[in-house]
């Protein structure tokens, strides 16, 4: 209720602001809303979302499973840490839009740059906080694991991957909601297509209307997947823990 | 450094430990255990005395095969280890059941074991996470785990401590009903003689660090369902042995 109450004050003080400056450059709730219904309608809102989300999750997958083989390895053994440690820290500390240009320059203007791109963004920050998951695992539980000779793949799934559930839904919320603010800057720079692209041509034109219903758009579809994806997974996994009275 | 073996059905528990050194955070090294000298026929129940931070873990710990890294000779009896640690280590994300599904081989099932679940008490229990048990019963499932994998070769870690008396003198029963009934090579490790003594059919007093036997007594058979009296009497004997002093 109060979240409700809180999103329909903002919409209210949009309106009241809009009213009153009675511009071109900040449209009113209503004309936005009505731009958002056409685009569906005509098919253009629903295809380039489709196209920004894929290029996250695809770029999000192989930031994830890359980061966190690479956290589990740099977190368990310390000769793999000191060695990789200070290339993690070049990676960190590279600026996304000089990766994108990189990524852009070597491979060329296509679909692979564009997600290796993102990807390469968002690996270090996996990487960094999986390490920091598996340096924290319980010493005692690996013990008793191996002391009953457990199989690698039951000790994975049942001893360490649920100590780290916590670190990885953390880093994957992250990750997920900027690497999408990462692809629309790769969009914007070099595909056809995408919320990024559709942003650029708006920019280009002052067609704020569009600006405004595109990125109310993927917010809403991004809170979408938050509730019905995430926060589900997020129960199931910690349904062991008790609940607070 | 050290060679280790396991014998393929009941050999003896040998365990010899020249040197245990750890590493302290300040970089000192610290002897853990010198020259001791353990040997445990099959199907025996031996328990370790000693007195806190002599380094009976420590020792447990080696015979588990869990720490590689001193100076000796191991040799266990059995390939199937069954442990039951200090805490319970229980995994708190995994119910009861699974818990102790978890450490059994691949064909094995919770259904053959419903004589194990029922002697411990755990029947009503199989469903819980473990943070919604008592200690006491988060050792039984510890107990009834390290019974689940059918072991030749069981190891205790001070299993009965901070329990009150009822509960411990209950549990002490049904580990001695499960020990005798499935014939396996027991070490328990303790401070309180009365457990040893209790449970055990061979004795071994261990001196202040670093660690080694000073002395060891056999028990006469039948250790199982010991009486009070019977316990009195030996600590009683025991008592009249200067080493044992140390053991409160």
């Known amino acids: ?245 | 450094m050290n060679d280790e073996q396991t014998d393929g059905g009941a050999g003896p528990l040998e365990l010899r430990i020249d040197a245990k050194t750890f590493v302290s955070a300040d970089g000192a090294s610290v002897e853990i255990v010198r020259g001791l000298n353990l040997r445990l026929e099959a199907g025996g129940f031996g328990a370790m005395i000693g007195p806190s931070g002599c380094g009976k873990t420590t020792i447990l710990h080696i015979a588990a095969g869990l720490d590689a890294d001193f100076a000796g000779q191991r040799r266990v009896p059995g390939a199937r280890l069954g442990i039951v640690f200090q805490e319970p280590r229980l995994l708190p994300w995994r119910t009861v059941a699974e818990n102790i599904r978890l450490v059994l081989p691949a064909h094995g099932s919770l259904d053959d074991l419903a004589d194990l679940i029922e002697t411990l008490g755990l029947g009503s229990h199989l469903a819980h996470y473990p943070g919604e048990l008592s200690l006491g019963l988060a050792r039984r499932v510890a107990i009834a785990r390290a019974f689940a994998v059918r072991p030749d070769f069981l190891l205790l870690d001070e299993p009965f401590v901070s329990l009150d008396e009822a509960v411990a003198g209950r549990l002490r029963e049904e580990v001695a009903v499960l020990t005798e009934r499935h014939r396996m090579t027991t070490l328990l490790v303790t401070h309180d003689l009365r457990d040893a003594v209790q449970l055990a059919d061979r004795l071994f007093f261990l001196s202040a660090r670093p660690a080694s036997i000073v002395s060891e007594t056999s028990l006469p058979p039948p250790r199982r369902m010991r009486s009070k009296q019977a316990i009195d009497r030996i600590l009683e004997d025991l008592s009249t042995l200067p080493l044992s002093q140390s053991a409160p």
């Open chain 1, 1 to 245: 209720m109060a979240r409700v109450l809180s999103l329909a004050a903002l919409l209210a003080l949009w309106a009241l602001v809009a009213a009153l400056a009675h511009s071109r450059l900040l449209p009113d709730p209503l004309s936005v809303g009505a731009a958002i219904l056409a685009d569906i309608r005509s098919g253009e809102l629903p295809f380039q979302m489709a196209c920004t989300l894929a290029r996250v999750l695809a770029a999000f997958s192989v930031a994830f499973s890359l980061g966190v083989v690479a956290g589990y390895a740099m977190g368990r053994w310390k000769i793999v840490d000191r060695y990789a440690d200070p290339w993690l820290i070049v990676l960190l500390n590279l600026p996304a839009l000089v990766v994108i240009i990189f990524a852009y320059v070597w491979i060329g203007l296509n679909e692979t740059a564009a997600i290796v791109a993102v990807a390469l963004n968002k690996l270090p920050n996996v990487i960094v906080v999986t390490r920091e998951g598996v340096r924290s695992l319980d010493a005692s539980l690996d013990d008793m694991s191996r002391a009953f000779r457990m199989k690698w793949l039951t000790r994975i799934r049942h001893v360490v991957l649920p100590q780290l559930a916590p670190y990885l839904a953390a880093v994957s919320r992250s990750s997920l909601s900027i690497s999408w603010k990462i692809v629309l800057v790769v969009e914007l720079i070099g595909r056809p297509n995408g919320v990024g692209f559709v942003l650029g041509s708006a920019f280009s034109l002052f067609d704020m209307t569009k600006i405004l219903s595109y990125a109310i758009s993927f917010v809403a579809l991004m809170l979408a997947i938050e509730t019905l994806l995430v926060q589900p997974l997020e129960r199931r996994t910690n349904r062991w823990r008790r609940r607070p009275a």
